[in-house]
């Protein structure tokens, strides 16, 4: 019996996917188990399997296409099946998507966004760039429902009050890109969609913008010429791109991408003498960011301690571990980490997490460390941090970075945290608060360790001193509670010879 293959739900915060590789073909066979395609997420590039055995009989999304979860994506069956049924079903769905773009495109250009330039995505539909001379699909036909179209008159009316510069910069933007279209690619190898557009899928994109490279010098090896996300990979190993030397000056001013940078989005001018702005897309991986804090800070009650500690002693030791291993390098960070851990088993309220009924009590420290990333950042986890020596965690953590950073890392590997580190010191940064992490109880914002004059003894010395402040969920943890988790902190910072003891 045939099989529809959907979009899976591959990280607890994915809404939608970008089909970034098949790995099958249409008329392979495949297994159950079977790896189909690769999966960008708002995290990581994931692996989807088969949940079917038999022969992948049609694709119904292309490499570079952004689709929601649960949306279908391709039909398994046997080779002489009839599956007319189901690609009726799917091209239904695909229906309703298309209005959903068109919908949305026509936000965008209410809002005094200009299409030309902005990165669609409809709602639950697909998501592609493009740089077109001819309005975007959806802006001129495809009338959206008498409900949707009254909604997005109205928003329009609202918005068309508030800035005529919009229009203006509107307008100017669809010229631009009119002549994109007809001759800004001469002497490129950008391959065009018909109408003369350069389309390219959103991560590919986003890379190209991070890398600065110019996107109408590469050939697009997707779907009708698509640029999708390995033609970006090969234009950074020079297997693509043309050398940045050999563009014109003046043909690279004309040029336009599929996600304008900021100093390339015009900016609109809005009435009255305020100050010019410009509105850039948000990422999927800032969207997610954002939905989870603003489940923090609100709906938790946060309480912050803060204390100083010497670090003399633990500075000392990270060099005598660094000289007797130079290939493993430790870092203050990873002393912070296992200390925390230490004191997380001595102290469980800090340890536990707040279930509305009930308090969960972790029986080990799973240490969430927050890596910073281009677009965001993400927490990946040490487990059983407390098990682990100073040296082990040092490694863990180097790994998990360089994966979050090349988004290779599993749902496992960042997620399930029980308490996080937040470490801005390296920035220079002396003291700060950090939000929790639901359904976290607590976070450590740890800050620079400086140079500080300090009395001991009755005489000024100078010691190395750190700041770190403790961010509680007041329905686990109570201030004295925190005090006490951060007391056993100082101690073992400032005498590291506990961890051996």
């Given at each position: ?307 100083e500690v010497e670090m003399d002693k633990a500075a000392e030791m990270r060099r005598q571990l660094n000289e007797l291993d130079p290939e493993n390098k430790v870092s203050i960070n990873d002393f912070v980490i296992k200390v925390a851990a230490v004191a997380l088993m001595q102290h469980p ?113 100078v010691r190395q001193m750190m700041r770190v402040t403790l961010s509680c969920d007041h329905r686990v943890v109570d201030g004295a509670t925190g005090a006490k988790f951060l007391q056993t902190l100082k101690k073992i910072l400032e005498n590291p010879l506990y961890l051996i003891a």
């Amino acid at each position: 019996m045939a099989t529809q293959v959907v979009m899976p739900k591959l990280s607890p915060t994915m809404e939608e996917g970008q089909l970034s590789r098949w790995l099958k073909k249409e008329g392979d066979k495949v297994s159950v188990g079977e790896g189909l395609a690769e999966i960008d997420t708002d995290k990581a590039t994931m692996e989807a399997q088969a949940l079917a055995t038999g022969v992948l009989r049609k694709i119904l999304v292309p490499e570079g296409e952004t689709v929601p979860l649960g949306a279908i994506i391709a039909i398994i069956g046997e080779p002489d099946e009839d599956i007319s049924g189901l690609l009726t079903e799917a091209s239904s769905g695909s229906a309703q998507a298309e209005r959903n773009e068109s919908v949305k495109s026509a936000e965008s250009k209410a809002y005094g966004m200009p299409a030309e330039l902005a990165e669609v995505v409809p709602e639950g539909g697909r998501t592609q760039a493009t740089v077109e001379g001819q309005p975007l699909k959806g802006e001129a036909g495809g009338a959206p429902s008498d409900a949707q179209g009254g909604a997005t008159g109205q928003r329009a009316g609202q918005t068309a009050q508030q800035s005529q510069g919009a229009q203006q910069t509107q307008t100017q933007g669809a010229q631009q890109a009119q002549a994109a279209g007809a001759g800004g690619g001469a002497g490129g190898n950008g391959q065009r969609a018909q109408g003369g557009r350069l389309i390219v899928s959103p991560i590919a994109a986003r890379m190209a913008a991070e890398a600065g490279i110019n996107l109408h010098d590469l050939t697009g090896s997707g779907p009708g010429g698509r640029i999708v996300k390995r033609d970006i990979e090969a234009a950074l190993s020079g297997a693509a791109a043309r050398p940045q030397a050999q563009a014109q000056p003046e043909q690279a001013a004309t040029q336009l991408r599929a996600v304008p940078t900021p100093a390339q989005q015009p900016a609109v001018q809005p009435a009255g003498g305020s100050a010019p702005y410009r509105d850039e897309n948000v990422t999927t991986m800032r969207a997610t960011i954002a939905r989870r804090l603003v489940t923090s800070l609100g709906p938790i009650p946060h309480i912050f301690l803060t204390t100083e500690v010497e670090m003399d002693k633990a500075a000392e030791m990270r060099r005598q571990l660094n000289e007797l291993d130079p290939e493993n390098k430790v870092s203050i960070n990873d002393f912070v980490i296992k200390v925390a851990a230490v004191a997380l088993m001595q102290h469980p309220a800090v340890n536990s997490s707040w279930q509305d009924k009930a308090i969960r009590y972790y029986e080990r420290a799973d240490v969430g460390v927050a890596v910073a990333l281009e677009n965001g950042l993400i927490t990946p986890v040490v487990r059983a941090a407390n098990t682990k020596s100073v040296g082990q965690i040092s490694r863990e953590v180097k790994e998990l970075a360089e994966r979050a950073r090349n988004r290779k890392l599993t749902p496992e590997e960042y997620t399930g945290a029980t308490f996080s580190v937040s470490n801005l010191g390296m920035f220079g940064i002396s003291e700060f608060t950090a939000l929790i992490n639901p359904p976290e109880a607590c976070i450590l914002a740890v800050g620079a360790m400086t140079p500080t004059p300090v009395v001991r003894d009755g005489e000024v010395a100078v010691r190395q001193m750190m700041r770190v402040t403790l961010s509680c969920d007041h329905r686990v943890v109570d201030g004295a509670t925190g005090a006490k988790f951060l007391q056993t902190l100082k101690k073992i910072l400032e005498n590291p010879l506990y961890l051996i003891a």
